[in-house]
């Protein structure tokens, strides 16, 4: 990018070798971000440091619209990113509560529509909905500096909320030959940023050993990659960190070499046993193996592998997933594809348009037991101020309504918070709007899924077995059957495939619980009419 759009003259050739190679002077970097103009012409996104949440929605509605980020701005980010990372520990401890749960997203590899499909499902990151993103960002997808620019600029804006883990693909070598590389050059046509190392320094030591991560090993038991010398580690440093950026887990008892990937190793669930068992863990949550459903558990249930970009090798290969961690509760895992079909709405929108379905249901169960929430208030009141921090109102929520939701999150659609972050708790029962009437039913099978609503989610629940979260169209029918024969209700099939076509909104062929919630909200009747107590849906 420096080559591309620094205008500087031949004497400073040193100059640019040392913004390419140099620690000291890469530190220093308004020096040469300066340098790079942002002309009145670009009509891109345009970041304000330090950044905030609107440089996010900003930078997400700019690539919906396939803009380019200007290379002023990458470079910016870049540099504040690693400056932020380079003050931050190897190791990040991370914790959950009743009411902040943990999501954990798997490979992406440039695949931009997946990550949009999780914010979509998932809501965008925030200190109330923290994400942990486990590596491989980059290769194979056409998006990579997109994705790259996304999850680098939210954790500059949420730095104790995001978690990048490396993964190998974040890595020059694995850059130059599956992809990254190759995208920066064509969107930011740059000539000559990088010396390729595959051509030079051929002079490996006779009893040099070579493998197909392209790491090579001397017998001073220091390393070069493809003939380029890297940073020198002893050879025993960086075999662990390719085993940890390489290995993959399998059925047979044991550690053996990786022949799959010429790097890292397999280790079998002993290993994983005896590895947990030692510092006390329950489970190994890892990416890094494309899976068909978009996740894998295995050795007895203490390695999970989690996969996040969905059409992999081709147009239905297989799905994405991620996990929901809460305190106290088992992973669920969420399931999704990206399909042609898929209608992407600009995010903010979709985001919106998915919660407000929820909100309206889960406002109808606040005022429904509102007596039992406004004693829990005030027991937690001890002051009579009408006011609770937010941490005492989510726990009066969880507690009285028996929902494990990310109610912090939530908090700003149910209640009034002041300038001091406290929240109103009396407002929690004002502004719930009932839509407005209509004086006939649409549909009877429509009323019948309401009036056994909570039936039908301890159903969806129950053939749900893997707690995915979604269940396929086959399912659904086979869930209707099965509340119909319970309830003795006939409905038509044509009906329920209709309907179940109609619920599967991005048209993947399945159906999650948001989808499925999303079909209904609840309206009321006239108070004229001969029943005024019966509701309906539409």
Known sequence: MFENYAHVHKEELELRHQFLESEQDMRDRLDYVDLIDVPDSYNGPRLQFPLTCTDIDLLLEAFKEQQVLHAHYVLEVLFETKKVLKQMPNFTHVQTSPSKELTICGDLHGKLDDLFMIFYKNGLPSESNPYVFNGDFV????????????????????????HLNRGNHEDFMMNLRYGFTKEILHKYKMKSVLILPMETNRDYDTDSTHNKVGVTFNAHGRIKTNGSPIEHLPKHEWEQIIDILWSDPRGKNGCFPNTGRGGGCYFGPDVTSKILNKYQLKMLIRSHECKPEGYEICHDGKVVTIFSASNYYEEGSNRGAYIKLCSGTAPRFFQYQVTKATCFQPLRQRVYTMESSAIKILKERVISRKSDLTRAFQLQDHRKS????LSQWAFCMENILGLNL???????????????????????????????????????LVETLYRYRSD??????????????????????????LFSSHYNVLIDDSQVNKLANVMDL?????????????????????????????????
Not at 148 to 158: E, K, R
Not at 386 to 389: A, I
Not at 474 to 479: K, L, T
Request: hydrophobic share 40%.
């Open 139 to 162: 290769d194979r997808g056409k998006y990579s500096i997109e994705i790259l620019m996304i999850l680098c600029v939210s954790f500059l804006v949420y730095p104790n909320d995001l």
């Open 406 to 444: 990310p109610w912090r999150s939530l908090s700003s659609n149910l209640v009034n918070i002041d300038k001091n972050g406290n929240v109103e708790y009396m407002s929690s029962f004002q502004n719930i709007h009932i839509e407005k009437p209509v004086q006939e039913a649409h549909s009877t």
């Open 506 to 538: 991005n048209k993947d062929g399945s159906i999650d619980f948001h989808e499925f919630l999303k079909a209904f909200y609840v309206v009321h009747r006239y108070e004229g009419l001969m029943k005024p107590d019966v509701t309906n849906l539409v």
């Open 456 to 481: 039908l989610e301890i159903i969806f629940n129950a053939i749900d077995t893997d707690h995915s979260g979604l269940i396929s169209m086959e399912e659904f029918c086979d869930m209707w059957k």
């Open 386 to 389: 009408g006011k609770l921090s």
